[in-house]
């Protein structure tokens, strides 16, 4: 909208100028399109300049003494976009040009050259490039500032994530690995005495094993932001199994964002431990639907119900549904039981 309001008003000012003139009516078409012309200088700066060079050429033919407004706009606009040998090679030939057009309007050379030097002033045409390249600076040293503070929120990110994988290391690693090696014990001792070994003590080794291989996972994504725990749809099976839930997959498995992929799993995850934990539920039913654009992740399960108590599993999930820019749904169902449901989109994935 800016372009369109500089482009008319140098055309303006240009047709203005020239109705003190008395010339054919190409002049004036010339005038008008010298300005208009302007309105595309940011998406084609060296055409707009060559467009409106021409047209100062072509109005200077027709015999109209009016000043090259258009043109040393259009010398900023290219300047400014980098284009700094082309408009030095334009303005030359524009300098050239000019006291040609005047003499084949009928005046003789010497005022020729003198009402060239009024379309176009040596001064004036400096300026205007002078003016594109201080703001193309301008920006350009604008620019390094922003990458550089970018630059620097990445250093300062990996800097913490490796705190953080330290801090996880140090604290939880050694107490995983002993449960998990207290519990590997006891079951080969009830094994080898030849007794039945409880469930429990099975699901706290099976448990363990899993806690110790995503804790490793996790720790290595920490340390390598390109990495990732290898975590997602494809091992949803894995986990329903686990859980002895049931599993659905509606439509056909597309290729999704690897934050989408990750974010399908946890909420699995996190929901069959919440089942498992409070739901007192006797069966629980995992659904992966895949629609165009998005992929629908729903566990359900048949315990007690009841509204949602906040809490940290919670709050994890809606904050990784929302950072996609999906939708989640926890909350009791109508037939009993309770249900959690994310809509996660796959276009445009933040």
């Not at 030095?88 to 084949?104: R, T």
């Not at 002078?130 to 250093?155: I, M, W």
């Not at 990732?228 to 494809?234: E, F, Q």
Request: hydrophobic residues 50%; negative net charge.
């Amino acid at each position: 909208m800016g372009d369109w309001l500089i482009a008319i008003g140098v055309a303006a000012i240009l047709v203005v100028a020239g109705l003190s003139a008395e010339g054919p009516a190409v002049g004036y078409v010339l005038l008008a399109a010298g300005g208009l012309v302007l309105a595309a200088r940011r998406r084609a700066p060296v055409a707009v300049l060559v467009v409106t060079g021409a047209c100062a050429v072509g109005y200077q033919a027709a015999g109209f003494d009016v000043f090259a407004v258009a043109y040393l706009v259009a010398v900023y606009g290219a300047v400014r976009a980098g284009h700094r040998v082309t408009t030095i090679v334009a303005s030359v030939v524009m300098l050239a040009a000019l006291p040609v057009a005047a003499m084949v309007s009928g005046l003789p050379a010497g005022e020729a050259f003198a009402r060239a030097r009024g379309v176009l002033e040596i001064a004036w045409l400096l300026a205007a490039g002078a003016a594109g390249e201080a703001l193309r600076q301008a920006e350009r040293r604008a620019d390094e500032a922003e990458r550089t503070r970018e630059e620097s929120a990445r250093r300062r990110a990996g800097e913490e994530r490796l705190h953080i994988a330290r801090e996880l290391h140090d604290t939880l690693t050694h107490q995983i690995s002993v449960i998990k090696v207290q519990a590997e014990a006891a079951v080969h001792l009830a094994q080898k005495r030849g007794d039945d070994v409880p469930d429990a003590l099975l699901a706290i080794r099976d448990a363990g094993r899993e806690a110790a291989r995503e804790l490793r996972a996790t720790l290595e994504a920490l340390r390598d932001d390109d990495g990732a725990p290898p975590c997602g749809i494809d091992q949803v099976q894995e986990l329903a199994r686990r859980a002895g839930a049931s599993l659905t997959v509606e439509g056909p498995p597309a290729d999704v964002p690897v934050a989408v992929d990750r974010t399908a799993y946890r909420i699995v995850q996190e929901s069959l431990t919440n089942v498992a934990r409070h739901a007192r539920a006797a069966s629980a039913a995992v659904l992966i639907e895949f629609r165009p654009g998005a992929v629908v992740v729903q566990v359900d399960d048949d315990g007690v119900g009841g509204e949602p108590v906040p809490g940290v599993g919670l709050l994890g999930m809606r904050e990784r549904v929302t950072a996609l820019g999906g939708r989640l749904r926890a909350g009791p169902r109508d037939e009993g039981g309770f249900r959690v449901r994310a809509e996660l989109p796959v276009d445009g994935t933040a």
